[in-house]
C-alpha cells in the first residue's frame, strides 16, 4: 500500500502554514529500501521522482520501470560509481568532495554531458557522513568553478542523528540562512534554487524553513 496522497496532503499543509505555494515543493520517493513493485504503485499514483542510495538498486530499478521517472543519486557516491550512473540520474544530492567533483567533470567529459548536483553540507563535524561544513561552501563552489561540465543547483542536508524536534528546526533555520546567503557570490556554474531537505519524519520542519525538495522513505512506502 503506498501512501503518496497522504504524504502530499502533509507537504500542503506545511507549505500553508508557512505561507508557501505547494507546488514549489517536489516530493521524492526515497526508494532504498522499495521493491520494484512499491515504486511502480508509487509511481501509479503520480508520484515521478525517486531517489537511490546505492548504484546497484538504481540501475536495477530503472531498467524494469518506465522511462519517464526522474531518478536522483541521494547516498554517499564512491568515486569508483560514478561511471555507473553517471548518464542514468539527474541529479546527485551528495557532491562533498573535490576528488568526486574532479571524477564527475572526467566521466561527463567523456559522455559529452552535463552532470547536476547539490552539495552535501555537514551540519554536525562529530558525524561520520560525508559533506562539506557549512564555513568551506563558499571556498568548495570556487573550487568546483573549474569544471565546465558539472552544474551545482543547490545543497542538501541531513539533520543529525538523535536531534530533538528544536535542534532540527535549529539545524534547517541554519541551511536556509547559508543557502540564503550563498545565491549573490557563487560562480557560473552553480545557482542556488534546490534546496533538499527533510526526510519522513522531519519533512514538516524542513518545509517551514525552505525546503524545495524532500526525501520521502518510510512514510510513503508502508508495510506490505
Known amino acids: 500500500m503506498m501512501n503518496v496522497q497522504a504524504i502530499r496532503d502533509q507537504i500542503q499543509s506545511a507549505a500553508v502554514k508557512a505561507g508557501r505555494d505547494p507546488s514549489s515543493i517536489i516530493l521524492l ?126 545543497l542538501m542536508c541531513v539533520a543529525p542523528l538523535g536531534c530533538s524536534e528544536r535542534e532540527t528546526e535549529a539545524c534547517f533555520a541554519k541551511m536556509k540562512d547559508l543557502f540564503d546567503g550563498l545565491s549573490h557570490r557563487i560562480p557560473d556554474n552553480a545557482e542556488m534554487k534546490v534546496l533538499s531537505m527533510g526526510m519522513s519524519h522531519d519533512f514538516p520542519l524542513a518545509i517551514k524553513h525552505g525546503a524545495t525538495l524532500v526525501r520521502v522513505g518510510s512514510a510513503l512506502f508502508l508495510n506490505k
Not at 98 to 111: F, N, P
Not at 126 to 146: W, Y
Request: charged share 30%; proline share 2%; hydrophobic share 35%.
Open 29 to 154: 520517493g526515497a526508494s532504498k529500501y522499495a521493491d520494484v513493485e512499491q515504486v511502480r504503485q508509487a509511481y501509479e499514483q503520480g508520484l515521478t521522482c525517486f531517489g537511490e542510495n546505492r548504484s546497484e538498486g538504481l540501475l536495477a530499478k530503472k531498467d524494469l520501470l518506465p522511462d519517464d521517472i526522474s531518478w536522483h543519486f541521494i547516498g554517499q557516491l564512491q568515486t569508483n560509481k560514478v561511471k555507473y550512473i553517471i548518464d542514468n540520474v539527474e541529479l546527485i544530492h551528495s557532491l562533498d568532495r573535490l576528488s568526486l567533483a574532479k571524477e564527475l567533470q572526467k566521466r561527463a567529459l567523456a559522455k559529452q554531458t552535463t552532470v547536476h548536483a547539490l552539495v552535501e553540507v555537514l551540519m554536525d563535524d562529530r558525524e561520520s557522513r560525508g559533506g562539506v561544513l557549512p564555513k568551506d561552501i563558499p571556498s568548495f563552489l570556487d573550487q568546483c568553478a573549474q569544471f565546465d561540465r558539472l552544474y551545482i543547483h543547490g
